[in-house]
Nanobody
Framework: QVQLVESGGGLVQAGGSLRLSCAAS????????MGWYRQAPGKQRELVAT???????NYADTVKGRFTISRDGAKNTVYLQMNSLKPEDTAVYYCNVERITTMRYLYWGQGTQVTVSS
């Protein structure tokens, strides 16, 4: 099992910045991609950004140029730097980790609320 602990959410005004962190612990052998998803009220969960173990990144079009995903392999931690935040970024943000051994496993964090006021 992999445990994920998220931090860094909160309330910020439009145009502001926040940095989310997600630390993985437990059975971390085989961790491949790490990423962030979000879910706004009444909407489906959507991908925000992912980063592979090799450092390849992928972003949703809505956050390109404003958000940056990074990871610290030594700390098994993934970060999401969010700049130029907009009210439409308001959502619960979930950390996601893919682990591959003989099987593929997906783990989710508990979620952290990000609220952007106009």
């Amino acid at each position: 099992q992999v445990q994920l602990v998220e931090s860094g959410g909160g309330l910020v005004q439009a145009g502001g910045s926040l940095r989310l962190s997600c630390a993985a612990s437990g059975s971390i052998f085989g961790i491949n991609a790490m990423g962030w998803y979000r879910q706004a009220p009444g909407k489906q969960r959507e991908l925000v950004a992912t980063i592979t173990s090799g450092g390849k990144t992928n972003y949703a079009d809505t956050v390109k140029g404003r958000f940056t995903i990074s990871r610290d392999g030594a700390k098994n931690t993934v970060y999401l730097q969010m700049n130029s935040l907009k009210p439409e970024d308001t959502a619960v943000y979930y950390c996601n980790v893919e682990r591959i051994t003989t099987m593929r496993y997906l783990y989710w964090g508990q979620g952290t609320q990000v609220t952007v006021s106009s």
